[in-house]
């Protein structure tokens, strides 16, 4: 069953088509992942399913309803959860505030803050302390806490490696299948091709605003994503590189 | 032992700035907005009650008890109506929205109230006092002020960390857009932070009427003890704002003894040289 259907999607990031008239599908149930290098418009295509960015046109699907207009905040209770680029915790707050800022809206679903606890036990016994204070991976892990709590059924995940030990990365990825079991779609924004390939059941390789490239981590050559990741002027089998 | 006693009023005269900066320091700390208006809505809610009493003869506690909110329910509006349309506009426009009210605010009252200094009237209450010990005497209305004032920070303080909507308050102070990302609408979130700065700012405004006389124009002298109590006390803090308050009060009411030509005067160089020597506040921090 299809969760999200993006059509002819394009979003302006100030003058730049940062998103260019793409379409693609995420299924209820599996991971997939964008990758693409700088600049390809993956963080865009991100704000823009969380409304923070209005797309200039195309529209976005979502459970069966229209949510291209609809505000960022009330995403929330439709079921979308974002983990913006940079983790933007609220540094003023403690851990667990921080997680229970999530859970504003109330969604019911099986995500509670004895369950994220449960994810990663060291939120419980370091519950009080500031956020600002946590080290890198420690705080993407409240920022993915966090979303949790909003129980989503869709959870976009914006470069959860960026600034992050490889190490601390893969123990972070390790949570997800526990995520996905829970009942959660995940969309995952990544520039670590490897470890994107690692853990999704599908990848798009975005270049300019359009994905170039799309498949099973399995059926896709190093090749073909090379050329795709970089828009090297090549035709990778199967799929039609752009221009 | 006249200085102990200017001190035990210093102390209470600073829970009454500390109210009156509370919204001051909220509505930036959420906002970013700069109320230059505050004062003068200190000033309003002095008016209303005046008419209200002297319209229908209530008692002042219950002109109180309908004032405050009322107040914060015009503040819900205000921020939804006036100040949300000029915060897309960037924080000049904010500026120059609360500094056209501020004067609009002082023109109505002007128009209604005349120009003529008035007092509301506290009864036996506003003037009658105890002795603590031989030289120091505590005045109901000072007391009674104070014990307000602490009740109303306090209660914001638990709002602030204890419920969800408080947590998002806080949470839209440090980052409004993530804040949008958790559920949250800012205009709600903003409305209810300008309905408590509302509520607080009247409560101030009627202890300000039955202890001093006031009059349309005094808003903008008034709003200066907000900006600092708000200063000195360290910007976006709950209990900087009280401390910054206390250290006003205490400055003013030890130099009134002295001299009280100097009241005034010492405040303002207090604050001056904490903007000098120590412009994040005495407490520094962010923690409300």
Same mark, same amino acid.
């Given at each position: 069953?299809?969760l ?5 999607l ?10 260019d008239a793409?379409s693609l ?5 599996e ?5 693409g290098?700088n600049?390809?418009?993956k ?8 409304g ?7 529209t976005i ?7 291209t ?13 974002l ?5 933007r915790?609220?540094?003023?707050l ?5 997680l $229970?800022a &999530?859970?504003?809206r ?6 509670? #803050?004895? +369950?994220? @606890? ?5 939120m419980?016994?370091?519950r009080?302390?500031?956020?600002a204070q946590?080290?890198g ?13 909003a ?5 976009l995940i914006?470069?959860l490696?960026?600034g ?17 079991g829970?009942g959660?779609?995940?969309l995952i924004?990544e ?5 994107a390939?690692r853990v999704?059941d599908?990848v798009h390789c975005l $270049?300019? &605003?359009r994905?170039?490239?799309?498949g099973r981590p399995?059926? #896709?050559? +190093?090749? @073909?994503v090379?050329h795709a990741y970089f828009?090297?002027d090549?035709r990778p ?7 | 032992?006249?200085?102990l006693?200017?001190?035990v009023?210093?102390?209470?005269l600073?829970g009454?700035?500390a ?15 700069v109320?230059?208006a505050h004062?003068?809505?200190a000033?309003v809610?002095?008016f ?8 229908t003869?209530?008692p002042?506690w ?6 405050v909110?009322?107040f ?5 509006l ?10 897309a506009a960037g924080p000049?426009a904010t500026?120059l929205?609360?500094f056209?009210?501020?004067?609009v ?7 209604i ?7 509301l009237?506290g ?7 105890f002795?603590?010990?031989g030289?120091?005497s505590v005045?109901y ?7 307000l004032?602490g009740a109303?920070l306090?209660g914001i ?10 947590r998002?308050l806080?949470?839209s102070?440090d ?5 949008r990302l ?11 932070a300008?309905?408590i700065a509302?509520?607080t ?7 300000f ?8 124009s ?8 907000a ?7 360290g910007?976006g803090?709950?209990?900087?704002t009280?401390?910054g ?9 030890l130099s ?12 303002h160089?207090v604050f ?6 120590r412009?994040?506040?005495l407490?520094a921090?962010?923690t409300a």
């Open positions: 069953m299809t999200l259907s993006i059509r002819d394009t979003v302006h990031h100030g003058q730049l088509r940062a998103v793409l599908e995420v299924r209820q149930g991971v997939l992942a964008i990758i290098a600049g390809a418009g963080s865009t295509l991100l704000r823009a399913l969380a923070l960015i209005l797309p200039t046109s195309g699907g979502f459970a069966g309803r229209d949510i207009r609809l505000p960022a905040h009330r995403r929330v209770s439709a079921g979308i959860a983990v913006p680029e940079g983790r915790l609220f540094r003023s403690t851990v667990e505030e921080n $229970l &999530g859970g504003y109330r969604r019911p679903g099986p995500w509670t #803050l004895g +369950a994220v @606890q449960a994810l990663f036990p060291w419980a016994e370091r009080g302390q500031n956020a946590l080290s991976g420690e705080q993407q892990a409240v920022a993915i806490g966090r979303a949790l709590l129980n989503p059924d869709l959870l914006d470069e490696s960026l992050l030990a490889p190490v601390i990365v893969r123990r972070i990825y390790e949570a997800l299948p526990e995520i996905v829970a959660t779609t995940a924004v520039q670590d091709v490897s470890q390939m999704a599908r $270049l300019e &605003g994905s170039v490239l799309h399995g059926d #896709l050559t +190093a090749e @073909q090379e828009g090297l090549a089998a199967g799929q039609e590189g752009h221009d | 032992m006249g200085w006693n200017a001190v009023q210093g102390i209470l600073g009454l700035y109210l009156f900066a509370t919204g001051l320091s909220l509505m930036f700390g959420v906002m970013r907005i109320n230059l004062g003068d809505l000033v809610a002095s209303l009650a005046l008419a209200l009493v002297g319209g003869g209530l002042l219950v002109v109180l008890v309908v004032t909110p009322l914060a329910l015009l503040g819900y205000t921020q939804r109506v006036l100040l949300q349309r000029s915060l000049l500026l929205v609360t056209g009210l501020s004067i605010l002082q023109n109505v009252l002007l128009e109230f005349s120009a003529d200094t008035r007092t009237d009864g036996a209450f506003a003037t009658g006092s002795e603590l010990s030289a120091i005045g209305l000072s007391l009674t002020t104070f014990v004032a109303v306090i303080q638990l709002f602030l960390s204890r419920t969800g909507l408080g998002m806080r949470a102070s980052d409004a857009e993530t804040a958790m559920g949250a609408d800012s205009r709600h979130v903003y409305g209810i300008t309905a509302f509520a700012v009247a409560l101030a405004g009627l202890m009427a039955i202890r001093s006389s006031f009059d349309p005094i808003g903008p002298s008034r709003l200066i003890f900006f600092e109590a708000v200063v000195i006390g910007l803090s709950l209990w900087g009280l401390l308050g206390m250290v006003l009060g205490i400055t003013q009411s009134a003894q002295a001299d009280p030509a100097l009241t005034l005067l010492a405040g160089l001056l040289a904490v903007l000098a020597f412009p994040q506040g407490l921090g962010r």
